[in-house]
């Protein structure tokens, strides 16, 4: 490397413009804003985000560091990712909540369904007994 072109580098190890695209297209994919890829956290959407050769992205270690750092710390998760999980646990409980007041509603409905049977049976027992006596009601007297 010539004394020239390593002037030409910043401490990132790329030169300024490569470091700016960089660091831009990692905080368009931090903040779920991607326009150049599908958005998901990886180094290949970095480089491909940045528009820069993956050579060119692994020459630019300090940056890679911060990316490393940030995605030990937040995760891969993209802000629209997260939202969506966020909105299916809700809807998961939801569901959960749903399910359990439903179960309960067909516990007390075969509940209630033995109740009517059970009581249907006294009443069918009853007529019979009441047309086997001729149909006369014996008034009960202390």
């Not at 059970?118 to 006369?136: K, M, V």
Request: aromatic share 2%; net charge positive.
């Amino acid at each position: 490397m010539t004394a020239l072109h390593s002037r030409s580098l910043t401490e990132d190890g790329v030169s300024a413009k490569t470091a700016a695209a960089l660091r831009a297209a990692m905080q368009r994919l931090f903040d779920g804003k991607p326009q150049h890829t599908d958005g998901r956290l990886t180094k290949e959407n970095l480089w491909q985000e940045a528009q820069v050769s993956w050579a060119t992205m692994n020459r630019a270690t300090a940056i890679l560091t911060e990316w490393d750092n940030h995605i030990a710390e937040h995760g891969t998760t993209t802000p629209g990712e997260a939202r969506r999980d966020d909105e299916i646990t809700r809807l998961r409980r939801k569901r959960a909540e749903k399910t359990r007041e439903c179960t309960v509603a067909n516990k007390r409905l075969e509940a209630a369904a033995v109740a009517i049977a059970a009581l249907h049976h006294d009443n069918t027992q009853l007529r019979q007994e009441l047309a086997a006596s001729g149909g006369r009601v014996i008034p009960l007297r202390p």
